[in-house]
């Protein structure tokens, strides 16, 4: 299993940036997929999530502002990230769903958000 | 959303020693448990789900148990390679995880 993150970087409060995971090593239609934050030093966030089916659930911090979605066809969950809030600056990972429940038994190296003027 | 109080956030251990590190879930979280172990600049690891079901390839030293809405991570031996950063994490309801505990090889 391989899970590899890009798309992070610096953006300025209020604008936009998408992130990308592509998956390898597993049926990756077949899983639920998480992404998940740290803000540097601190603890550990849960942000989205995505069902095989395409369901999705987000934390509240981030509802109506970032949008989960996945293209089975191209192995690869996106996280698309509006209206950034210096909040939002964070390491993200994504992850997969260890079934049925929400724990996170694949993770990936991690991609750096920074929101600042 | 459920709370996950997780202490020490901090301990310091010989080489060989059994620590243990433990969460308090604010309600009933059905055995619904994960501990994860960072390394500085790494991404977490799994451990044990289900309060004490060991992840594929994690050492039989790492082991979870529960009292409760009490949850355990116990490190038997401790190596040198356990030096890290342990979260705990609910995984009943939406995920929340505990604060972390840094645990130092002295």
């Known amino acids: 299993v391989q899970l590899v993150e890009s798309g992070g970087g610096l953006v300025q409060p209020g604008k936009s940036l998408k992130l990308s995971c592509s998956a390898s090593?597993?049926?990756?239609?077949?899983?639920?997929m998480h992404w998940i934050r740290q803000a540097p030093g601190k603890g550990l966030d849960w942000v989205a999530y995505?069902?095989?089916?395409?369901?999705?659930v987000y934390a509240d911090a981030v509802k109506g502002r970032f949008t989960i979605s996945r293209d089975n066809a191209k192995n690869t969950l996106y996280l698309q990230l509006n209206s950034l809030k210096s909040e939002d600056t964070a390491i993200y990972y994504c992850?997969?769903?260890?079934?049925?429940?929400?724990?996170?038994?694949?993770w990936g190296q991690g991609v750096m958000v920074t929101v600042s003027s | 959303d459920i709370q996950m109080t997780q202490s020490p956030a901090s301990l310091s251990a010989s080489l060989g020693e059994t620590v243990t590190i433990e969460c308090l879930a604010s309600?009933?979280?059905?055995?619904?448990l994960a501990w994860y172990q960072q390394k500085p600049g790494k991404s977490p690891q799994l451990l044990i789900y289900?309060?004490?079901s060991l992840q594929d390839g994690v050492p039989s030293r790492f082991s979870g148990s529960e009292s409760g809405t009490q949850y355990s991570l116990e490190i038997n031996s401790l190596q040198s390679e356990d030096a890290a950063t342990y979260f705990c994490?609910?995984?009943?309801?939406?995920?929340?995880f505990g604060g972390g505990t840094k645990l130092e090889l002295k």
């Open positions: 992850a997969r769903s260890g079934a049925p429940t929400y724990y996170f038994d694949y």
């Open positions: 090593g597993f049926t990756f239609s077949s899983y639920g």
């Open positions: 995505i069902s095989s089916s395409s369901g999705t």
């Open positions: 309600e009933d979280i059905y055995s619904n």
């Open positions: 289900d309060a004490s």
């Open positions: 994490q609910q995984h009943h309801d939406y995920p929340t």
